[in-house]
């Protein structure tokens, strides 16, 4: 009898972003019957518990490894893993995988991802030479696509889907009369008074309805409402509204979103799962990922990078209780499941 395949599936799991782990209960759903995998994750006890998967610490270089090593595939799952911004190492973390693998003759598939920022040379060189070693790719947004053939990637036209988590099973929104649920994050663009005019639109937003803070990441998003409000930027009547409520689980946040009037985002992922009930859905960008998911909705999308715009709570006035295209949430669910065709490779 065939062995089952076992997989290593590397990306930031266990980092308690509701995000990133529902981009793993999806590509856990799309792996081929019988996989047995092997996830990189900070918080191994959480993953193991919650998937009942073997794990591996995604921080310990050498225990990855020697996880490749009994590991028959290298699967980089979702997310931009191939980047510079967080920091050169990171990227040489990604490339000495992917070599290893290589080396082992282990097949590489990049599963959803987004590539870039590339800001060095010495990345964009390092990158090419990389996608030369991968089996097969599918890429989550067509800049990223448009970059790796700029890098010499050959068939990117015909592995372009939209991310992965439009395929998640998700409720049904609920109806109008919600409350506004607020998916934001602390930025560089929004610092210290930066914060008023937005926070001021808000609080002129429907103001007999409450506003649910739902921090996507526990560690970067979690008291951001109480951060604000030390620092004097929110109004009696406005935090009067508000509230954080914390989840655990990406269908807990989807619960939420069900129930709400509209979901303001800033994490993608926030957008993703709110739209993908069919919530009333505007998005607030601090990245281009943000802007080209809101995009393929056809929803509100508002630059982080500009000043509020003047007419902003009108803006948002007019997607309050209106929910999204249901033709456009159709296709961007089936266009995604491009990305369960990469895993059958593995098959």
Known sequence: ??????????????????GDDALLEVLLSQLPPGCRPTVTAHDQELVAQRFGLACVDRRQLGAVLAALGRSDALVLGGGSLLQDATSFASLLYYAALILAARIQAKPVLLWAQGLGPLRRRRSR?????????????????????????????QEVQENVAPDPV?????????????????????????????????????EQLAPDR???????HAHQDRGLLDSLRQQGLLSPALLSRSREQLVERPAEAMELCAGAGLVLAMRLHGLILAANCGAPTAALSYDPKVNAAAADLGCLCTPLDAPAPDDLTAQ??????????????????ASAALHRA????LA
Not at 210 to 216: A, G, S
Not at 316 to 333: H, K, V
């Open 166 to 202: 439009w395929s998640l099973a998700a409720p049904s929104w609920r109806g109008p009369g919600g409350p506004i649920l607020l998916c934001f994050r602390p930025t560089s663009q929004l610092q210290g008074a930066a914060w008023k005019p937005w926070l001021g639109a808000l």
């Open 342 to 345: 990469l895993l059958a490779r």
């Open 316 to 333: 948002w006035q007019r997607c309050l209780d209106q929910p999204p295209s249901l033709p456009s949430l159709e296709r961007l669910r």
């Open 1 to 18: 009898m065939a062995q089952p395949l076992q997989p290593l599936l590397v990306g930031y799991y266990g980092e308690h972003n509701l």
């Open 125 to 153: 060189l390092l990158v090419r030479g990389l996608l030369a070693l991968v089996t097969a790719c599918s890429w989550r947004d067509q800049a990223s696509a448009q970059l790796a053939s700029s890098l010499g990637w």
């Open 210 to 216: 409450e506003l649910i803070w739902l921090p996507f």
